[in-house]
């Protein structure tokens, strides 16, 4: 009987990064959870750019729109524009899911709901099949006087 290929075949949930994860990936998440109060998520002013400076390349930044329950890409890392090939800022999720067959919407609708990282190990084609680890953390802008913004930082880094 042949096989059904899925989603799933390309994403792995992890409860825990693996022993043998990229130092970046830790230090991120590391980072993150510095960060992370008991009652409220990290904020802008945690995540800012000095701060991030160290997975600046490795980053992209989602703002999420409860009016559509999307997730729009903001700022988009170089190292993330090269492993794609092409820019995708002001893309939602959901149009990258269908373009690359992801399941990225609902990987940081988890991080939104439950305000906490949501970890994957991903396999990704190029010449060859590679793993990779992708973080996915919630983080809170806070606007004067309007009304907060629900982020979602997105990082990606290469497995040995």
């Given amino acids: 009987m042949a096989r059904m290929h899925t989603i799933l075949d390309k994403e792995f949930p992890l409860e825990a990064l693996p022993a043998d994860a990229p130092e970046s990936a830790c230090g991120l998440l590391g980072f993150w959870s510095d960060h992370a109060r008991a009652d409220a998520l990290p904020t802008r002013d945690d995540f800012n750019a000095q701060h991030l400076a160290p997975w600046i390349e490795d980053l992209s930044i ?40 992801t399941n990225l919407h609902a990987a940081m609708s988890v991080a939104r709901t439950t305000e906490h990282p949501k970890l994957d190990m991903l396999r990704i084609l190029d010449a060859d099949w590679h793993r990779w680890v992708r973080l996915v953390l919630p983080v809170l802008r806070k606007n004067k006087g309007e009304k907060d913004v629900f982020q979602v930082f997105l990082a990606v880094f290469q497995m040995p």
């Fill in 62 to 101: 989602y703002d999420y729109h409860p009016d559509i329950d999307d997730y729009q890409l903001m700022l988009e890392g170089e190292n993330l524009v090269a492993l794609t090939g092409e820019v995708w800022r002001g893309a939602f999720a959901r149009e990258l899911d269908s373009h690359f067959s």
